[in-house]
């Protein structure tokens, strides 16, 4: 049982809204926090966001055009959120106001998928006829914490993950045939069990209450595993930009042994896999290494090995053997790679280095490293992963081939017409 808190704070917030968010577009925009952008058109943020990574990485390269959503409403296909309720014991659900504990109340939201937030709004409603109350933060009474969504876009799969405090779910076989009737789309629902007082949403017990406990979903002709913990990109629809943005640039040739790390569950690794001799990933989280395991077995891949590790400590030891790479995929969390990872690039000395990174201020420390090391950026090139957010995503191409033939070529062709200048001159003059 959680202990009681000795508090009496309010968390539903119903405060009124005196930002200048504009109206009707989200009527809790000023609240949540989570759009930053979303008073400005498309192409307005997808400027704004350009111009602050071209500040960042201005010592580094010039940053290429955003590549942008056509639609980029209801992009999210995962969906959390927040059960609680008001004074009079309403159930509500939403999210958390941005670096609070406080829930802001959310019917329908511009970023998540539509179908996500209409099975929300259905559980919030058949709360009260099956008795089930939200739980409640301050004094520990309530069974539902959270609900969890994740849509598989491409394979239309859909998994409901409720998260409650104790293992004991009243009537959870009439609950679950009562949501299915609303929605047939379901393919499973997981029981996620959540007794710590902690701002992490899933806890370590799970069950599936339907179906196989996990859902598929595609991405670059690949299927994929997605379970409750994996991570798994929220945007489909950029991620494939994204992987295949990446991949081009690697410009592959079928005989490279390539290094993709951080590799969550294998994805860009599997990916590349059929383009190179050899893929070799690290990834430290347990479970999503279990998945990539599966995920190569699923899609019959043989010449990839997944390590479960810390990265900079794999890397290291791959340096201190001796071993060479030909290309290095890195998609880091948001803090970036470390100096001994970039270190141990360096000595395993790929050719390229494709550096995806969701923190432009991360991502510009490490290239001032990577220039140190050696590597300089060849190409740097945004996809918009976050439509209405601050969030940039950044794929960077890294070399660290001596100035090729054309910056020979510009200096030459500086002299040639710096003589032809001289030569004008010499003719006026005469
Ligand atoms: N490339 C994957 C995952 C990117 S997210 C994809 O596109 O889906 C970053 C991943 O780095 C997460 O899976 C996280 O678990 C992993 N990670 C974070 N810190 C790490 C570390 N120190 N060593 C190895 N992996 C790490």
Redesign the pocket.
């Known amino acids: 049982m959680i202990p009681k808190k000795n508090t009496n704070t309010k968390r539903v917030d119903n405060r009124k809204d005196n930002t200048d968010a504009a109206p009707g577009r989200c009527p809790v925009s000023g609240k949540c926090g989570a759009c930053q952008m979303i008073d400005m058109p498309y192409r307005k943020q997808l400027g704004k966001k350009h111009a602050r990574l071209q500040e960042l990485l201005e010592p580094y390269c010039r940053v290429e055009s955003f590549v942008g959503m056509e639609r980029p409403e209801h992009y999210r296909c995962k969906v959390h959120a927040v059960f609680t309720h008001d004074r009079k014991g309403n159930p509500l659900s939403g999210v958390y106001r941005e670096g609070s504990h406080e829930v802001v109340p959310v019917e329908k939201c511009l970023l998540e998928d539509e179908k996500a937030d209409a099975i929300i709004a259905s559980i919030r409603g058949m709360l009260r006829s099956f008795k089930i109350k939200t739980y409640d933060e301050d004094n520990g009474f309530g069974l539902l914490r959270h609900v969890l969504i994740r849509i598989g876009k491409y394979s239309k799969e859909i998994m409901v993950v409720l998260v409650t405090v104790s293992p004991v779910f009243p009537s959870k076989n009439n609950f679950v045939k009562a949501l299915l009737k609303e929605h047939p789309e379901i393919t499973t629902i997981v029981l996620n069990v959540n007794d710590k007082q902690t701002s992490m949403i899933l806890g370590d017990k799970e069950k599936p209450l339907y179906g196989p406990g996990f859902i598929y979903d595609m991405c670059c002709g690949m299927k994929f595993k997605i379970s409750p913990k994996s991570?798994?990109?929220v945007n489909p629809v950029q991620t494939e930009v994204l992987y295949r943005t990446a991949l081009d640039m690697a410009e592959l040739s079928g005989d490279e042994i390539a290094l993709d790390c951080?590799?969550?569950?294998g994805?860009?690794g599997l990916i590349a896999s059929s383009r190179v001799k050899e893929v070799i990933s690290?990834?430290?989280?347990k479970d999503?290494v279990k998945d990539a395991i599966l995920n190569a077995k699923i899609n019959e891949v043989k010449n990839i090995t997944f390590y479960q590790?810390?990265?900079?400590v794999f890397m290291q030891q791959m340096a201190d053997s001796g071993d060479k790479v030909d290309v290095v995929f890195m998609?880091?969390?948001r803090a970036g790679a470390t100096p001994e990872f970039i270190h141990s690039v360096e000595v395993l000395s790929p050719e390229k280095v494709i550096y995806i990174s969701c923190s432009p201020d991360s991502l510009a420390r490490d290239l001032g490293l990577f220039k140190k090391s050696g590597y300089i950026v060849k190409r740097a090139v945004p996809v918009d992963m976050f439509p209405f957010t601050r969030g940039i995503e950044t794929v960077c191409l890294l070399s660290n081939r001596k100035p090729d033939a054309r910056v020979k070529i510009d200096v030459d062709l500086e002299d040639y017409y710096r003589i032809k200048d001289e030569q004008k001159k010499n003719k006026a003059s005469e």
């Not at 690290?282 to 989280?285: A, G, I, P, R, T």
């Not at 590790?309 to 900079?312: L, R, S, V």
């Open positions: 991570f798994y990109q951080y590799s969550g569950v994805t860009i690290v990834e430290h989280n999503a590790n810390d990265a900079t998609d880091p969390p």
